[in-house]
């Protein structure tokens, strides 16, 4: 009987985040309560097809809180509930953070469509949350009450189509979406866009081939996209699925280069793929290479004292960001009051963090530049840093 292999991923994940104290339901770093402590609450897929993301968020939240464990003399205690990669769950676990734990803001989540899940939560119970890197623009639009840390996917979309007719000289190009996720459906929106602009060419799309979430076998979409002979594959989706759709490309004898988005950017790409994924090209958020702000340089000095054979990841810097980028909004208002700490955190301007200076603009997202990364010798290495303003 075959099981899939995000069902075994997630299991391995839900396991050595219940022996790291992180459980499937919910946690606290302290067992302080009552006036003694201000609540955060962490919503992030822990267990589930997106759960090797939301660890590496929760990391970097964990190093914030570690460095940064008081605001306004009181111990900040994170409550971190499972989300479970399920839109559901997702709100029932914003619904827990808000009404139960009484929490004054809220972290997460990866995943745009987990995020967007629990914007009605957090807007009727006016608590403000910060998602770290879900870049769908649906997750702040009309919602007063979310914000983000990360660059949105217009902005990415453009990075990459650029990339695309600028660098790989590409005039034709096949999508491979994931259709059950509103961030890759929306990313290949703004990347088609883009390109066709460059391009000034309405066919310079040659096809659009879906799968869903959980699928392994790609060899009906490969075989559409091989005889479209494009020049490059736009494949943005989950990092399991997209390493299994490059894997299985090569496998096919599909030689063109291979692009993607921001959810790449995990161990888990790497070790699934292995070689097949050498080259595969895509925009993230950070790297360590070109370390931007003193609370940069903070930061991967002491993830490197925690993880010295390791890099940080880019989502794992921008959990970090949204961890003091509240603390400092709860901070500056003097209270642990939601409403204020919202009005406080849409005044956000030139604030110093982990992965960049963090300006948010009218609607609550943040302008900041996007980083290029390619797979070379089993590793993410920097390629290239894209201007906001480009």
Do not use: H
């Not at 897929?45 to 968020?57: H, Q």
């Not at 799309?205 to 005889?227: E, H, P, R, W």
């Not at 880019?314 to 642990?336: E, S």
Request: glycine share 8%; proline share 3%.
């Amino acid at each position: 009987m075959k099981k899939k292999l995000s069902v075994l991923l997630s299991g391995i994940l839900a396991s050595s985040l219940l022996l790291s104290g992180c459980g499937s339901a919910a946690t606290t770093s302290s067992s302080s309560s009552g006036g003694d402590t201000i609540k955060i609450g962490v919503l992030e897929p822990m267990t589930g097809a997106n759960a090797a993301g939301g660890a590496l968020e929760i990391e970097g939240v964990k190093l914030a809180n570690k460095l940064y464990p008081e605001v306004l003399g009181k111990k900040i205690e994170l409550v971190v509930v499972d989300n479970k990669s399920d839109k559901v769950e997702a709100a029932s676990a914003a619904s827990r953070l808000v009404e139960k734990e009484k929490v004054t803001a809220i972290i997460g989540s990866w995943g745009s469509s987990l995020s967007m899940a629990a914007g009605d939560v957090v807007k009727k119970a006016k608590v403000p949350a910060v998602a770290a890197s879900a870049t769908n623009p649906l997750v702040t639009e009309g919602n007063e009450y979310y914000f983000r840390v990360c660059f949105i996917d217009p902005f990415q979309g453009k990075v990459m189509a650029n990339y695309a007719y600028n660098k790989l000289n590409a005039k034709k190009v096949a999508i491979v979406q994931e259709v059950s996720n509103d961030y890759s459906v929306g990313l290949a929106k703004f990347f088609t866009d883009s390109f066709k602009q460059l391009t000034g060419d309405q066919n310079a799309i040659v096809s659009v081939n879906n799968y869903n979430t959980g699928d392994q076998d790609f060899t009906a979409q490969l075989t559409n996209v091989k005889a479209t002979n494009p020049d490059v594959i736009f494949a943005p989706g989950n990092f399991t699925e997209s390493a299994l759709v490059i894997k299985q490309a090569r496998q096919l004898g599909i030689k063109v280069p291979i692009i993607g988005g921001d959810t790449w950017e995990t161990p888990e790409f790497i070790d699934i793929g292995k070689d097949a994924v050498e080259g595969a090209t895509f925009s993230t958020f950070f790297t360590s290479e070109k370390p931007i702000t003193k609370e940069s340089e903070k930061f991967l000095a002491e993830y490197k004292k925690a993880n010295p054979n390791k890099e940080p990841a880019a989502v794992t810097a921008l959990g970090y960001d949204a961890y003091i980028l509240i603390r400092d909004a709860i901070d500056k208002v003097g209270a642990a009051d939601s409403v204020k700490v919202r009005d406080q955190l849409a005044k956000t301007k030139d604030f110093q963090g982990a992965a960049g200076v963090i300006t948010l603009d009218e609607n609550r997202n943040a302008v900041k530049d996007a980083i290029i990364k390619q797979v070379k010798n089993g590793k993410f290495s920097y390629l290239d840093v894209i201007g906001a303003k480009n």
